[in-house]
């Protein structure tokens, strides 16, 4: 069974500061990975991608990929209340994504 | 641009009623389609994905099915709802699942 780990939260932040989100993957065939956004009611959105192991930036968020490891993390720099949501990471296997269940992410004003 | 069109937004339907939720995508030829189930507070269920016209992949046997008559239309259908049905309802697609998914709005699903 090919699976996706994250841990579920809820991770509370005090705002200003860095948020980081963790997940770990068992496919190794796994060459896609991916942080989606889901607010409280609402669909996910795709936030980042990565393909190569290492850092990939966006404005406040670096994702960081380790194929050696397995591991695939998020970082949230300066995190802001509106970054109060659930944070799914996926990984591709064949024709699909696996998911994570996700992890709660509380930023504290 | 492509989008993504999934309705209706809230749905509230009594046990043993039919099913119907519609998706269609705009802007892109022949689409992997998937839906997905999410109960409250929990993960994603994949139950059903498609690779093209007529071809469904069911992932979890239930009372669910889905049908693909178009290319950019994806169809998830019940002839019996059952209270374990509620749930959000999520329709995506991608070109492969290497590059991602894109998901429709959904559908909040209330089975009383």
């Known amino acids: 069974q090919k699976e996706v780990e994250q841990n579920s939260g809820p991770l509370s932040v005090p705002e200003g500061a860095i948020a980081s989100l963790n997940c770990t993957y068992s496919d190794r065939g796994s060459q896609s990975f991916f942080w989606y956004r889901q607010y409280s009611g609402k669909s996910p959105e795709l936030i980042m991608s990565i393909y190569s192991n290492g850092d990939k930036e966006d404005g406040r968020f670096t994702a960081q990929l380790n194929k050696a490891s397995q591991y695939v993390s998020l970082l949230i720099r300066d995190s802001q209340p509106s970054d109060s949501a659930t944070y799914l990471c996926?990984?591709?296997?064949?024709?699909?994504?696996?998911w994570g269940a996700g992890t709660k992410l509380i930023i504290k004003p | 641009s492509q989008t993504i069109h999934q309705w209706p937004a809230t749905l509230v339907q009594p046990v043993g009623s039919p099913l119907s939720l519609e998706c269609t995508v705009e802007g892109t030829s022949n689409p992997n389609l998937y839906w997905y189930r999410q109960a409250a507070g929990r993960g994603l269920q994949l139950l059903f994905y498609?690779?093209?016209?007529?071809?469904i992949s069911s992932e979890v046997p239930q009372n669910l099915s889905a049908s693909r008559p178009q290319d950019r239309q994806f169809i998830l259908s019940s002839k019996k709802l059952l209270l374990s049905d509620s749930g959000f309802y999520l329709c995506a697609w991608s070109v492969q699942a290497f590059y991602g998914y894109t998901f429709g709005s959904g559908t909040r699903l209330t089975v009383v």
């Open positions: 498609s690779v093209g016209i007529g071809q």
């Open positions: 996926a990984a591709n296997s064949n024709y699909q994504l696996i």
